[in-house]
């Protein structure tokens, strides 16, 4: 999916320590743009490389946000 490439790229901006939300990673009119599927399935493949992939050893879950949305950070 080409939108999780942009998000893992936009990782290596953040600084360590930093708190984000995946919608953070884009610009917000290519977040708009997204459908809710899109969106939802987009955070699934983005959490998984997070727990499981390429990210599991730069950024960690924290929380979830008051909009239940996943917060995570950098390490």
Known sequence: MHCLQIAIKEVNH???????LLKD????????????????SLGLLFLHEVKHGNLSTT?????????NQQLYIKK
Not at 14 to 20: A, M, R, V
Not at 26 to 32: A, M, T
Not at 59 to 67: C, G, L, N, P
């Open 59 to 67: 950024i960690e879950t924290t929380t979830k946000s008051s909009a």
């Open 14 to 20: 953040l600084n360590e320590g930093e708190i984000f």
């Open 25 to 40: 990673l884009f610009k917000g009119y290519e977040w708009n743009r997204l459908n809710i599927g899109e969106r939802r």
